[in-house]
């Protein structure tokens, strides 16, 4: 049986003698309010023909997006959770959504959907 050498990215190897393998280490802080440039989209797709709001290009650790989806979903009501990068609420939250990212600091745009 062969032996699996390829590391958790795909890599193999490489023949090129200067290549040198950077690890994609997690983002060390987050950005601050300002400085996000969040997306608010309205989706169906893939979700049993549920709507969900979802909040889109989120810089920053995931802790602080978890604290930021637990903020949201309390003052919206409603349940949500955070999955590959983005903090999905259910529901059509958009108008409180983005009432909040304004109270918060955020700079958003309403997209999609």
């Known amino acids: 049986m062969a032996k699996n050498n390829k590391d958790k990215?795909?890599?193999?190897?490489?023949?090129?003698?200067?290549f040198k393998y950077e690890e994609k280490s997690e983002i060390d802080e987050t950005l601050s309010p300002q400085n996000q440039d969040l997306r608010v989209?309205?989706?169906?797709?893939?979700?049993g023909g549920k709507t969900a709001s979802v909040i889109?290009?989120?810089?920053?650790?995931?802790e602080d997006m978890e604290l930021l989806c637990k903020e949201i979903k309390t003052k919206c009501g409603t349940g949500g959770s955070v999955k590959d990068g983005e903090i999905i609420?259910?529901?059509?939250?958009?108008?409180k959504i983005g009432e909040l990212l304004t109270k918060f600091g955020y700079k958003f745009k309403l997209a999609g959907g």
């Open 9 to 18: 990215f795909g890599f193999v190897f490489s023949t090129d003698p200067n």
């Open 56 to 62: 889109k290009n989120f810089i920053g650790k995931s």
């Open 41 to 47: 989209w309205l989706e169906k797709n893939h979700r």
């Open 89 to 95: 609420i259910q529901g059509d939250q958009r108008k």
